[in-house]
């Protein structure tokens, strides 16, 4: 199966830095990357999903002046998360699709990057 | 989307076949069913899906009854590794956007 990438696996910050997220497609191009946000014993919401040269669209309450999202290339998306507080501290997961290798709705998920704000 | 329900929690012993359960009473003609799991600290793993006819593949096996209302994820031999959150997701199949909506999921324990 395809392969997601994500860097860092784990990252402690202090109040009020910035932090970057990588999502990377290793084989395969993704037109369309999706962001989520996990919290303990909670399921995976949505933040946003990144389209190759577009904008991202930002779901209901996310706010996008926070959390940038940069998609510049077939396989690369970065989340950054910016002026970060402990509210913040999360599971960060991406994942992509490549709708000319398999079902719309299959998509490859990374293997999340652990966020704590102290 | 259709709304699915799953029961919270399972436990399955190792060896045995895991059914899963998922119930999409309002789902529609061009909605697929898909399933994921998430082992504990990990990205979802995709699973299987289909649409009307039950599929089958080397992870598990897919079986939709008829009038489509539910479906039934089935594992043949659960092992420990198997233990994860299973999420029954319905899809829209048609042209536009394809967001996973992730519900609660059921947490199926493997018992040694």
């Known amino acids: 199966g395809a392969v997601v990438s994500q860097h860092p696996s784990r990252v402690i910050c202090k109040s009020g830095t910035s932090v970057k997220i990588e999502c990377r497609s290793l084989?395969?191009?993704?037109?369309?990357m999706f962001w989520y946000r996990q919290f303990p014993k909670q399921s995976l919401m949505l933040m946003a999903t990144?389209?190759?040269?577009?904008?991202?669209?930002?779901e209901q309450g996310v706010e996008k002046d926070k959390f940038l999202i940069n998609h510049a290339s077939l396989t690369l998306s970065t989340l950054t998360v910016t002026s970060a507080h402990p509210e913040d501290s999360s599971f960060y997961i991406c994942?992509?699709?490549?709708?000319?290798?398999?079902?719309?709705?299959?998509?490859?998920f990374g293997p999340g990057t652990r966020l704590t704000v102290l | 989307d259709a709304k699915t329900t799953q029961p919270p929690s399972m436990d399955c012993a190792e060896g045995r076949a895991a059914n899963l359960p998922c119930n999409h009473s309002?789902?529609?003609?061009?909605?697929?069913v898909y399933w994921y799991r998430q082992i504990h600290s990990q990205g979802p793993q995709y699973i299987i899906h289909?649409?009307?006819n039950n599929e089958t593949n080397e992870m598990a096996s897919l079986i939709i009854t008829e009038d489509r209302k539910s479906s039934t994820l089935i594992l043949p031999h659960a092992t420990l590794r198997d233990t994860a959150v299973y999420y029954c997701?319905?899809?829209?199949?048609?042209?536009?956007?394809?967001?996973?909506?992730f519900g609660k999921g059921t947490k199926l324990s493997v018992i040694p």
């Open positions: 997701i319905a899809l829209y199949s048609g042209a536009g956007s394809y967001q996973l909506t």
């Open positions: 994942s992509a699709s490549d709708p000319t290798r398999s079902g719309k709705g299959e998509q490859f």
């Open positions: 289909g649409l009307k």
């Open positions: 309002t789902i529609s003609g061009n909605e697929y």
């Open positions: 990144s389209n190759e040269g577009s904008k991202a669209t930002y």
């Open positions: 084989d395969f191009q993704a037109t369309t």
